[in-house]
């Protein structure tokens, strides 16, 4: 019973209630000024600038390993 609940009941509604909450956050400064540009930087800095450093990371590690595995033979 408690199962079916949790896995029908809570699980059928969290994402559709997550993009509701998102973009009810999201919009809520919709009547400054200027309010695009701001939600669009501070977006890049804690999205994009993460992403890129550990993208890179992972490349400089892959590349890392394969020099190791051709200098194995």
Do not use: D
Request: charged letters at 10%; glycine letters at 10%; a positive charge.
């Amino acid at each position: 019973m408690h199962r079916v609940f949790a896995g029908k009941g809570i699980a059928s509604v969290a994402v559709p209630m997550f993009f509701c909450v998102s973009g009810f956050l999201f919009a809520g400064r919709m009547s400054e000024k200027g309010w695009w540009a701001r939600q669009v930087t501070t977006r890049m800095r804690s999205l994009l600038v993460p992403y890129a450093f550990w993208n890179f990371l992972h490349w400089g590690v892959m590349l890392l390993l394969a020099w190791f595995a051709l200098k194995a033979g």
